[in-house]
Structure formats: structure tokens, C-alpha cells
């Protein structure tokens, strides 16, 4: 094949796969069978567009052979229940015969507004809470992403066949628990919205600080992320959770380029060359920001729009000593009383630890050494090792970093802390 058309279709199916899917899904109410017959549609242009041409707007003919075959498995589902006599199914038949006529003016241009409502769907279903939270970043990556299992695997630095078989998983609870492909009612909004945006961090997280592997950073998983809240900001405009995330991922990827040195190590916040911070993506983030503050008039801010604040004080600090550390732990108090999670708590200690004093973080990381839920998690020594070397008790620091270096899977992170025990 021509490496430009290849290059074209690969550039078209990333950018438009999301909406194709969803278009299909629209449909046929299968989120599964929408993916398989959107794959349908990019094999055909694989086999087409090299001979013919690439046609004038790839992503239309893409939504359209994929919407024709969403339209000739309705007929021909159709003939098979006439055939076999299923006639308890005439209301599902009228559905189908509803959707079908719906799509009778097949090059009319798809209404822009109906994509809208079925990528805001297909996100929600997605992301559905009924589904384990790895097969939904799995699933969530797949069909709007655009990913094949491979860049997945990668990114997660998992296998081929374990990522498929969360993405099947994810498909079968979909479907044995018959999610409705629907955006929730108001009533259940919140908690499915909570559901769609913890899937959108953790793939972004993933790209920030990797849990395990030989690199810190995964770029590729911090923009697809970053993407995906866009999208999802351009879909819910009214959503202040939203547009925190949004404001959240910008102020922190715009780091990126300074969180490694040359040889890829971390480099750690105060020590970070912030004239290498991306100022455009801060001004994205503080805008982001605003935009949810707005939102929320009278209402409480909730914990992404919390920890957006909490990155807007670092962005705005042009060294690490001029950060507002009071502002910082005033924030986490707010975080820790809205999401009292061990971790919301840990980070609150180190903000406490900056305003108040090593002694009085240590404090509260000593309490949290009974956490279960922080047992194998290697922050929680390597805090406790940085407040310890600050009070000089540097042997039980010495120890603190060695264990924390036990219990990271990431190889460069492991090295800091290594290096850190050495140093103590």
C-alpha cells in the first residue's frame, strides 16, 4: 500500500473512529456490533482507497459505509426472524424499521447534533461503573480512542491478549447487563459522570507517572486522555466536573517536557526548570478553570475542580519558593472532607509538611501506616523517608526510601529512591 494513503487512513480513523462508532451505535444500540461494523468500514477503505483515491471527506465516506452496513445487518435480521416466525418480536422489529427509516437519505450529511448525543452516549456507556475499571479504560481506549490492542498493550505495558480479553469482558457486561445506550438521567448522572471521568484521569495518570516499566513518562497516554476530556468538554459544556479535569490535565501535562532529564529520570517538582512548563497549555488550563468556576455559582466545588486549584497554585508560582503552601494545604483540607481517601491524605500531608512543617505532616502520614489501602502503595515510605531526612532522623529516613524503592514497579523511579537512600 502507498505509505501516504496509509498514513491518511491511519490519521482519518484515529481522529474520526469515536464519532463512526458512535454514529453506528446510534443505530443499532450495540456498542460491540457498532465497533465491529465501523472495523468493517476502515477494511473497505483499506482495500478501496489505495486504487480509487482517497475521497474528498474520508471521515463522511467512512460514517457512510459504516452506517450502510448497519443498515443491511437490520435487514437481514429482519428477514431471519420472518423466516423463523419469531412474531413475539414484532415491537423490536419496529425499533429496528424506526432506526432504518431514519436512515433512508444516506448522503445527506449526518446532523452534527446527533453525533453529539451519540458520542455523549457512547462515552457514558463506555465507561459504564458496571464494568471493572481495567476493561473500561481498555474499552473506553478502543472505541473512543481509536487504539488498537497493540498501542494499548503498550501503553499499559500489558499483553495483546490480556487487553482483548478486557475489551471483551467489557463488551459481554455491557451486554449481559443490557446497559441502555443512553446518556443517565439527571438522577444518575452524577455518579455515572464520576465513572466517565475517573476512566479519562486514569488513562491520563498512566501517561504522567507510569505504575511500572522502564520509562516515567508516556506521553502518547497523557495527549489521548487530554483528548478525550476535550471532547467530552465540547459534548457536556455545563458540566463543572468536566472542565476541571480539563483544566487539571493542561495545568499538569504542560510539565511534561520537565518531570525527566536527558537520560529519562524524574526530576521532582521544586527542582523542575519551569521556564520548560508549556505556557500555552497553563493558560488552557487556568481558562478550563474559570469556565468551571462559573459553572458552579453557588455550588460546591467538586474534587477535580479542587485539584485543577491546587496545580493553578504551582503554575502560578514562578519558583518553588514562592508557592502558596497555605493555599495548597487549604485546598486539600477542602479535597479531604469532599473525597477522604488514604491518598487524598497522604497528599495532604506533604502539603501540610510545606506549610506548617515536616513534624506536623509526619503526623499525619503516621496515621495513615494502618491504611490498608496504602500497604503496597510506595508513596506512602518514600513521604514519610523525605520528612524524616528534614527532621535529621536520617537512618529510619535511609530505610523509609529503601522500602519505597521495594515496592515501586517503575525501574526509573526505583533508581530516584535507591539514589535518595544513598544520599541520606
Not at 378 to 404: I, K, M, N, S, T
Request: net charge negative.
Amino acid at each position: 500500500m502507498d505509505p501516504d494513503v496509509a498514513a491518511v487512513i491511519d490519521r482519518v480513523w484515529r481522529a474520526e473512529s469515536a464519532r463512526i462508532v458512535a454514529g453506528v451505535a446510534g443505530v443499532v444500540r450495540d456498542v460491540g456490533l457498532a465497533e465491529e461494523l465501523a472495523n468493517d468500514a476502515l477494511v473497505a477503505a483499506l482495500e478501496q482507497w489505495p486504487a480509487e483515491g482517497v475521497p474528498d471527506n474520508p471521515g463522511a465516506w467512512l460514517m457512510l459505509a459504516a452506517r450502510r452496513r448497519a443498515v443491511d445487518r437490520i435487514r437481514r435480521d429482519v428477514r431471519l426472524r420472518e423466516r423463523v416466525g419469531q412474531l413475539g418480536h414484532e415491537a423490536h422489529q419496529r425499533q429496528q424499521a424506526d432506526a432504518f427509516n431514519g436512515l433512508a437519505d444516506f448522503d445527506a450529511a449526518v446532523d452534527d447534533d446527533v453525533l453529539k448525543d451519540d458520542l455523549l452516549r457512547l462515552i457514558f456507556v463506555s465507561c459504564h461503573p458496571a464494568v471493572a475499571a481495567d476493561a473500561r479504560v481498555a474499552l473506553t481506549l478502543r472505541v473512543l480512542g481509536g487504539l488498537s490492542t497493540a498501542e494499548i498493550a503498550r501503553g499499559f505495558l500489558t499483553s495483546e491478549p490480556t487487553v482483548a480479553q478486557r475489551i471483551v469482558r467489557a463488551k459481554r457486561t455491557l451486554a449481559d447487563k443490557r446497559i441502555p445506550f443512553e446518556v443517565p438521567e439527571p438522577a444518575e448522572r452524577a455518579t455515572r459522570l464520576a465513572s466517565v471521568l475517573e476512566v479519562l484521569y486514569l488513562i491520563f495518570n498512566e501517561g504522567y507517572s507510569a505504575t511500572a516499566g522502564d520509562d516515567w513518562l508516556r506521553p502518547g497516554l497523557c495527549e489521548e486522555g487530554l483528548r478525550l476530556a476535550h471532547l467530552l468538554a465540547e459534548l457536556a459544556p455545563t458540566e463543572p466536573e468536566v472542565f476541571g479535569l480539563l483544566a487539571l490535565m493542561e495545568i499538569q501535562g504542560s510539565r511534561l517536557a520537565a518531570r525527566v532529564d536527558p537520560a529519562g529520570a524524574p526530576i521532582a517538582l521544586d527542582d523542575q526548570d519551569r521556564g520548560r512548563w508549556d505556557q500555552a497549555m497553563i493558560r488552557r488550563g487556568f481558562a478550563a478553570l474559570l469556565h468551571a468556576e462559573r459553572l458552579l455559582a453557588s455550588t460546591t466545588a467538586g474534587p477535580y475542580v479542587l485539584q485543577a486549584a491546587i496545580a493553578a497554585c504551582h503554575a502560578q508560582a514562578r519558583t518553588a519558593g514562592q508557592t502558596d503552601w497555605g493555599r495548597i494545604a487549604a485546598l486539600y483540607d477542602r479535597l479531604a472532607t469532599l473525597a477522604p481517601t488514604p491518598v487524598v491524605e497522604l497528599n495532604r500531608a506533604v502539603a501540610v509538611a510545606m506549610s506548617a512543617g515536616p513534624a506536623a505532616g509526619l503526623e499525619i502520614v503516621d496515621r495513615l501506616a494502618a491504611e490498608p489501602a496504602l500497604r503496597e502503595y510506595h508513596l506512602l515510605p518514600a513521604v514519610r523517608a523525605d520528612l524524616l531526612g528534614r527532621l535529621g532522623r536520617h537512618e529510619q529516613a535511609r530505610a523509609e526510601f529503601e522500602r519505597a524503592a521495594a515496592l515501586t514497579a517503575n525501574a526509573r523511579e526505583r533508581a530516584v529512591l535507591l539514589d535518595r537512600a544513598a544520599r541520606t
